[in-house]
């Protein structure tokens, strides 16, 4: 996706979603670095709706630097 | 630190303190924002040496743009 339109987003909800997503924000930075691809991430939080619930999740935008 | 030097460093080992780095780096961005200061983080491992024993941890490097 990073090669491609030079942008991802990742939702997550709770503690083991986060810790993944930010893991796999870690392994494809070191492979696309070996395609001389710089990529960051913007974490923010965002309000999203399941089964008519509010819960909060962690936004990761990634984008190349 | 990030208004004095423009960067800075999170370390962590496990689910939970990674997902509380990241939700302080969001936390910081939002701020920071207001300021015209705008943040992202560059997330690697990195193995660490903890009681002799070597673990693998989360590294958050925080980087204005």
Request: charged residues 30%; negative net charge.
């Amino acid at each position: 996706m990073i090669r491609e339109s030079g942008m991802a987003e990742v939702q997550s909800i709770g503690a083991g979603a986060t810790n993944q997503a930010i893991k796999a924000v870690a392994i494809a930075r070191s492979y696309l670095h070996e395609e001389g691809i710089d990529i960051v991430c913007v974490p923010s939080f965002i309000d999203v709706a399941i089964d008519e619930e509010e819960r909060t999740a962690i936004r990761l935008l990634i984008e190349r630097r």
